[in-house]
């Protein structure tokens, strides 16, 4: 079984320019989180969907930040315009249920603001 | 507010040493609890779990014991490997809830 798949796996990119990371979910999982993972705050849930519809986004750092799941298998998450401080590892992850249940982790987009 | 607390790393052993990663928890309720792994450049995967009290995970030759009494769920194994070198987290979560509260990460080093 494909496990989540995240692209691209690198990207870096200048100050002000948009972003955007790709997450596909394990096929039949019905919740996606994306996550931000930095040396200073550790992990931090951005948002979370349930059946292609977000039901926390208290994480979103700003308005800058977007994130979009149009269909079961497929989910954006969109910097505009990006900024240094936004440099970090962002992963994205499913889960059968979502609730009290194991999440999937993809491996990762390593994005690095100039 | 409920939370994860895990041991400051890094940890660094020499292969076939005995690993304790020290995770203690506060919560309001019964929460499962899991031990996640993080291999260099890769993300996250479950390492083990446990649903209730004494319940013990194990997995790879890792195991932790839920606690209630302790508020604790301590990994361990009995010889580690160079292979074994990654970051550890310590998570919990509640029935019915989808946000994991994770620990900071443990760093561990095995030497050949």
């Known amino acids: 079984d494909a496990g989540v798949i995240q692209s691209p796996r690198h990207e870096v990119t200048e100050m002000g320019q948009e972003v955007t990371l790709r997450c596909k979910p394990i096929s039949g999982h019905n919740s996606l989180f994306w996550y931000r993972q930095t040396m200073m705050r550790g992990l931090e849930l951005l948002i979370y969907?349930?059946?292609?519809?977000?039901?926390?986004d208290s994480g979103m750092p700003e308005d800058r930040f977007s994130a979009k799941m149009p269909n079961a298998s497929f989910s954006t998450l969109k910097i505009q315009p990006s900024e240094p401080r936004d440099s970090a590892v962002y992963f994205c992850?499913?889960?059968?249920?979502?609730?009290?249940?194991?999440?999937?982790f993809g491996p990762g987009t390593r994005l690095t603001v100039l | 507010g409920d939370s994860v607390t895990q041991m400051e790393g890094p940890v660094t052993l020499s292969e076939e040493a005995f690993l304790t990663i020290n995770c203690t928890y506060t919560a309001t309720g019964y929460p499962s609890l899991f031990w996640y792994v993080q291999y260099p450049g890769e993300g996250l995967q479950l390492l083990l779990k446990a649903t209730k009290a004494d319940d013990k995970g194990s997995n790879k030759g890792f195991e932790a014991t839920y606690r209630k009494e302790t508020t604790s769920f301590h990994l361990e194994k009995g010889s580690v490997q160079v292979s074994d070198s990654a970051v550890y987290f310590c998570a919990l979560i509640f029935s019915g809830t989808y946000k994991y509260i994770f620990g900071t990460g443990t760093r561990l080093k095995v030497l050949a």
């Open positions: 969907f349930n059946n292609n519809v977000p039901i926390d």
């Open positions: 992850a499913s889960s059968g249920t979502g609730f009290g249940d194991t999440q999937y």
